[in-house]
């Protein structure tokens, strides 16, 4: 498979979503468009740059690599650093923790994504902030002017001895974007953090081309996330937009608005699961697809209801780039197989109350 980057859809994409949040249109004015991290959703007496702060911003980071809300994955570290602020937040003692209390404790309270895992993460990486950074995140960027300086200080399989565990690239931009937003450390060049959300904006919209593409593997995946970076690098050099900026502009709008496309929050195929999965998946219990109609006929077509109808008319009918906007990617195939990839054309709902009252003026 090759993949080709439309420069020009890519640039008509960020223009037009930097014009409407410069103007404060649709849909960055809605209440849920917020990024998670803004202060007044912070806990009292967690004070901005102190080291509890950035500590929290740091965890936050192994959280969101799962499939979790940012919204949530953050306010999850909020309420643990209420209850456990100490050991959990100071690495000098995180790094003393028992790993089998650390995974109790995470799950207790709420912070359940992984937790087996991110227990024996987040001590690991106290440890590690201990022995190369005296225990102070914000050393680690001392003299690291360019994010691959930066990168290769954070990303653990490039062969760094510094490197975080469950730290990857989309983590490494999630950091360096949380810091440079509290102006911790100075403003850089650096790759907006290509989640999933973010990627599917890039394809349903016609940014990418993936030539030799036989419909079904996962697009999130190398080299397309080494494209995706590219391509955030290129509009930095071109348009002078930089990761700071391309972060608030693509994640907010991606983490808020594709996935209320009903064509997106369609439930899977029956062929695309065993009876086993439908209960548990990935150690989570989920809810599943039991209510699917028999002649749903597939990924081809949406069998409209009026739910989706509202939800198309508050989000997709509005939308800046409805215009360019033409695939589902239902988030499903993401999170419950793995593989990212696009599932037919996204549509318009066959009857609209909205076009009838429309019609009626
Ligand atoms: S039209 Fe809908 S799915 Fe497409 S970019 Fe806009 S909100 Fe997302």
Not at 165 to 190: E, N
Not at 231 to 258: P, R
Not at 271 to 282: A, F, I, L, M, T
Request: aromatic share 16%; with cysteine.
């Amino acid at each position: 498979m090759r993949i080709e980057i439309d420069y020009d859809r890519a640039a008509y994409i960020l223009q037009t979503l930097r014009k409407v949040r410069q103007e404060n249109q649709f849909p960055y004015f809605l209440p849920e468009v917020i990024p998670p991290q803004i202060p007044e959703r912070m806990p009292k007496g967690l004070v901005i740059g102190s080291p509890d702060h950035v500590s929290v911003l740091f965890n936050s980071c192994l959280i969101m690599r799962g499939t979790i809300n940012s919204q949530t994955a953050m306010q999850q570290m909020y309420r643990l650093w209420e209850a456990h602020r100490r050991p959990f937040f100071d690495p000098r003692e995180a790094m003393k923790m028992d790993e089998e209390w650390a995974k109790e404790i995470l799950w207790e309270s709420g912070v359940r994504y992984n937790h087996k895992q991110n227990a024996g993460f987040w001590i690991k990486n106290a440890e590690k902030l201990c022995e190369y950074w005296e225990g102070n995140l914000l050393k680690l960027f001392e003299g690291a002017i360019t994010y691959e300086e930066a990168y290769h200080r954070m990303i653990r399989n490039n062969g760094s001895p510094y490197g975080f565990y469950g730290f990857r690239h989309k983590m490494a931009s999630l950091l360096i974007y949380f810091l440079t937003w509290f102006s911790l450390i100075d403003r850089y060049s650096f790759p907006f953090p290509a989640d999933f959300q973010v990627s599917r904006l890039f394809i349903t919209n016609g940014v990418f081309r993936f030539i030799d593409y036989d419909g079904q593997s996962n697009l999130y995946a190398e080299p397309f996330l080494g494209e995706m970076r590219k391509l955030s690098l290129w509009f930095e050099k071109e348009y002078g937009v930089d990761g700071l900026e391309q972060s608030d502009i693509f994640w907010l709008f991606a983490s808020t608005m594709c996935e209320h496309n009903p064509g997106n929050r369609r439930r899977m195929h029956p062929g695309d699961y065993s009876s086993e999965s439908r209960r548990v998946y990935r150690g989570r219990k989920v809810r599943f697809i039991e209510d699917l109609p028999e002649e749903f006929p597939g990924e081809d077509k949406l069998k409209w209801t009026w739910r989706d109808v509202r939800e198309y008319n508050r989000y997709c009918r509005f939308c800046p780039l409805r215009e360019t906007c033409t695939l589902n990617m239902p988030w499903a195939y993401h999170y419950r197989q793995g593989r990212m990839r696009p599932a037919g054309e996204r549509e318009k709902p066959p009857v609209n109350n909205l076009d009838l009252f429309d019609s009626a003026m």
